[in-house]
């Protein structure tokens, strides 16, 4: 059974970075498109950035040129690189497939930015 386990957070002042780390056990990986998605209180859970198994990234309009997404196959890995924070990306972020593929979420990791 593949789990996905986010880690990372923590409490942040705006302006201060973060890195997140999804590592999963087992070779989900290596072909499959991954993403992080991100659930603020009282809110949906909402897709943030996504990274194909070529490397090729996208981002959503709210986090694009302050995030950036990255793996490493070898270690079945995904970072969430996170810049420039805003006390509204305070929310508990998650690592997964991409909407209809999704597979069992892990615990997620809290983000929190405030001063």
């Known amino acids: 059974q593949v789990q996905l386990v986010e880690s990372g957070g923590g409490l942040v002042q705006p302006g201060g970075s973060l890195r997140l780390s999804c590592a999963a056990s087992?070779?989900?990986?290596?072909?499959?498109?991954m993403g992080w998605y991100r659930q603020a209180l009282g809110k949906q859970r909402e897709l943030v950035a996504a990274?194909?198994?070529?490397?090729?990234?996208n981002y959503a309009g709210s986090v694009k040129d302050r995030f950036t997404i990255s793996r490493d196959n070898a270690k079945n890995t995904v970072y969430l690189e996170m810049n420039s924070l805003k006390p509204e990306d305070t929310a508990v972020y998650y690592c997964?497939?991409?909407?209809?593929?999704?597979?069992?979420w892990g615990q997620g990791t809290q983000v929190t930015v405030s001063s």
């Open positions: 087992g070779k989900i990986f290596n072909i499959d498109t």
């Open positions: 990274i194909n198994s070529d490397g090729s990234t």
């Open positions: 997964n497939k991409l909407p209809g593929y999704v597979i069992d």
